[in-house]
């Protein structure tokens, strides 16, 4: 194995194993959400948590060298956590409220397909066959997953916040794409959730959350567990992992590549859910699961470059990564 190839399984892997973290969220907030905290106080939590741990992990780690390379590239970093961040979480919450979860996801995901278009249509940058055939195999199958057709209600608000999450979900994965290289993933996910704590703040109104949730008992997969339990695990493994594998693995990968392989995340979503809450799988949400790691297998792919003439080998160029 080349070290291109390795770069590649890194970067798969990673971004797999940031999937997985981000669904094993959805139990945890569930739990908090109907103990009586609103989706944006839950989302504030997970993010204020995420921040007061990466900070002085980061700081620790990097030390002056955390800052390096910030400066010149501040409008980035500040359009990942706000929109990458922030936007993603609170738009899809948001939707989550008003239509029909599997709905929700399906809006949000649509996510990896505004990165196809983004790239070729604005960037002008040739869009692999391969990477486009496995978003549209995963998205197909995850229309399986979440079971789109139960349930539909067309609240245009709810909509609108779909798309919003699917626009801001597109701009995590292009501002990585483009942050790789320049900024660690460390600083660019700590940066990027200080900036989202600030901009949810006033919208998440901290002052008036209801406080006594966080030592209470609550209701959890058959048993109870504190609240401030359940938020520790939403902000480190779902927010902290999750981020920093996801930026380390996104980096290793076109923008194009990496939009395809989060669709991993809604199989791990109804998983979790099936292992912790007891929701069983229809065949059908089995089926898609598997079409939809098809998918991404199929989209990794083409981050593989085609192999040289045997008699007449090439060098290597940047060519097969379309992303600058």
């Known amino acids: 194995m080349d070290g291109a190839q390795r770069t590649r399984a890194w970067g798969v892997g990673l971004a797999v194993f940031s999937s997985v ?3 094993a969220s959805g139990p ?3 739990a908090l959400i109907e103990a009586g905290l609103s989706p944006l106080q ?3 939590l997970r993010i204020a948590t995420a921040s007061l741990v990466l900070v002085p992990l980061a700081a620790f780690l990097r030390g002056r060298a955390l800052t390096r390379g910030l400066r010149a590239h501040l409008a980035p970093l500040l359009g990942y956590g706000t929109a990458g961040v922030a936007g993603a979480q609170a738009f899809y919450f948001v939707a989550a409220s008003r239509l029909p979860v599997g709905v929700a996801i399906l809006l949000e995901f649509s996510g990896p397909v505004i990165v196809l278009a983004w790239l070729r249509l604005v960037r002008r940058v040739p869009v692999h066959r391969t990477a486009a055939a496995g978003v549209a195999v995963a998205l197909t199958g995850l229309t399986l997953v979440v ?5 539909l209600s067309l609240d245009p608000v709810g909509l609108a916040a779909g798309f919003g999450a699917a626009a801001c979900q597109a701009a995590y994965f292009l501002t990585v794409d483009r942050l790789a290289g320049h900024v660690a993933p460390l600083a660019v996910t700590t940066f990027g959730m200080v900036v ?8 998440a109104t901290p002052w008036a959350m209801p406080w006594d949730v966080l030592p209470a008992r609550i209701p959890f997969a058959g048993h109870t567990a504190p609240g401030w339990a359940l938020v520790a695990w939403i902000g480190l493994v779902s927010t902290v992992l999750a981020y920093l594998a996801g930026v380390a693995g996104l ?7 990496g939009g395809a392989i989060c669709y991993t995340e809604a199989v791990a979503v109804a998983l979790i859910a099936w292992a912790v809450l007891g929701e069983r799988l229809s ?5 898609g699961g598997a079409i939809v790691l098809t998918g991404a297998y199929i ?6 470059p085609p192999p040289a003439h045997p008699t007449h080998p090439l060098p290597e160029t940047t060519s097969q990564n379309p992303s600058p």
């Open 21 to 23: 973290c981000f669904g």
């Open 28 to 30: 945890f907030g569930k």
């Open 42 to 44: 839950a989302v504030w």
């Open 147 to 151: 079971q789109v057709w139960t349930g």
């Open 196 to 203: 989202a704590t600030a901009a949810l703040t006033v919208l």
């Open 251 to 257: 980096q290793r990968l076109p923008a194009q590549v």
């Open 283 to 287: 065949p059908a949400q089995l089926l």
């Open 299 to 304: 989209a990794q792919r083409a981050a593989v």
